[in-house]
């Protein structure tokens, strides 16, 4: 005797898979989502200690934190869209890049204290390894967004055998 399946199986199995899909395509993402997470918090960080700041010094950070959010909404609708455009977090991560380049000419001038008031001399230090730290990671995510834009990253790959293995 054969057993059919039922059909509300069938309809619970495909909400599964693509579910299991929606999931696996939005994760593709996830390095690039907490890489946001860490620069955002980083930069609400600065911001909140520039307050001392004389000028137009302690707008840079706001700025990066509007970045960044702009960054986190575009990464946030990936769950829903499953295309591989990042604009916004292209401009976002060259903003930030360039934002690092710029703290850290600024501090080998020796005008570290007018954007860092918060850090004495032996924070400069600390201050330019972070900075360094940051235009590693830019340039990694740049990179990242690259692969995922031309859809050369191995994410993807392992995205395709599983939908192949589905039928």
Not at 50 to 56: K, M, T, W
Not at 82 to 96: M, S
């Amino acid at each position: 005797m054969k057993v059919v399946p039922k059909p509300s199986e069938s309809k619970y199995d495909k909400g599964r898979q693509e579910l299991s899909l929606t999931s696996m395509f939005f994760n593709r993402y996830l390095l690039i989502r907490y890489t946001t997470a860490a620069f955002f918090f980083a930069n609400l960080y600065w911001f909140f200690l520039s307050f001392s700041a004389v000028g137009l010094a302690k707008w840079w950070p706001f700025t990066l934190i509007l970045t960044t959010a702009a960054v986190a909404v575009e990464q946030v609708s990936k769950y829903w869209r499953r295309d591989n455009k990042l604009p916004v977090t292209k401009v976002g991560y060259a903003g930030q890049l360039l934002s690092n380049f710029l703290a850290l000419v600024v501090i080998v001038t020796g005008h570290g204290a007018s954007i860092f008031p918060f850090f004495g001399q032996k924070g400069i230090s600390l201050i330019t390894t972070v900075l360094l730290i940051g235009l590693g990671i830019c340039f990694y995510i740049l990179a990242r967004v690259h692969l995922i834009e031309t859809n050369r990253d191995r994410y993807l790959k392992r995205i395709r055998q599983f939908a192949q293995s589905l039928q």
